[in-house]
């Protein structure tokens, strides 16, 4: 059955979505509408994917069933202040705007008018993101349905309470700046050590990227792979003793705490 989706927004996530959504057939380039600021991204979007795009966000989400709000957080309330009178029950806003809660769209939006959070990470980008989703007032479970299978076409979902978004902000959405400081620091070691930076940079990236997979694919817990990586007296434990004593781990946890806090900062700011 064809879907009709409206993407406010043609962005980085926006388009990632947009594309996504095409590659799967889970959208017709005729059912997919995209907007944007500027004329030029409009039809830099319309040449690249053949789907209607332009800079009427009133006219991309007439008769929309899906209306994803990929906008970044300080232009939200201009366009819910375009599109809020517009929006009826029957269709589903979906906003992926980072630290926006549900009740700040809610009170944008004239009628009941079902409306879902997401938190999605930059590696939807590249279609192996993830996401956290929530439920507004007036989003029961086929709202959810709807926003988690758009979703899954950038990567993985998962739903939970609204309260729950800050954590998962605090560690998969800002999650890809960790693994990148932690994957920075093995290139400049393995430099320290004498390797090329190309070649320093190739074994680091494939061996996270291969250690993900793992992880995920065969589900594996990651205290099993670092013990069966981990030989007695060897090069593992010596570097593991090294990161326990600088308090490595602790750190990650007082980091990521301090994420949460900051997103629960910025979402009580809204007003």
């Known amino acids: 059955m064809a879907r009709t989706v409206a993407i406010l927004g043609g962005g980085r996530i926006g388009e990632a979505l947009l594309s996504g959504l095409l590659s799967s057939g889970w959208s017709s380039p005729g059912d997919v509408r995209v907007t944007s600021r500027r004329a030029e991204r409009a039809e830099e979007l319309r040449a690249k994917h053949g789907v209607p795009a332009g800079t009427s966000n009133t006219e991309a989400i007439a008769g929309a069933e899906l209306v994803v709000v990929a906008v970044k957080p300080q232009d939200i309330d201009a366009l819910l202040g375009e599109i809020g009178g517009l929006l009826d029950p029957s269709q589903t806003v979906l906003s992926v705007a980072a630290a926006i809660p549900t009740r700040h769209v809610e009170e944008r939006i004239a009628g009941p008018v079902p409306v879902v959070r997401a938190m999605p990470n930059s590696p939807s980008i590249v279609h192996e993101g993830m996401a956290g989703i929530a439920a507004g007032t007036h989003a029961g479970d086929e709202h959810l349905a709807l926003a988690e299978e758009a979703l899954s076409h950038l990567g993985r979902v998962v739903r939970v309470p609204e309260a729950w978004l800050d954590a998962v902000t605090a560690v998969s959405g800002s999650g890809p700046a960790y693994f ?5 620091a ?86």
């Open 180 to 184: 990148a400081l932690l994957a920075e």
């Open 186 to 271: 093995m290139i400049e070691a393995g430099i320290l050590l004498g390797l090329s930076r190309e070649i320093s940079t190739t074994l680091v990236v494939q061996t996270m990227f291969g250690t993900a997979k793992q992880l995920r694919d065969e589900g594996m817990h990651p205290v099993e792979l670092r013990e069966a990586v981990t030989s007695p007296g060897g090069t593992t434990i010596a570097a593991i003793r090294e990161l326990e004593q600088a308090g490595v781990r602790a750190a990650f946890l007082n980091a990521i705490q301090a994420a949460m806090d900051r997103a629960r900062e910025l979402a009580g700011g809204d007003g």
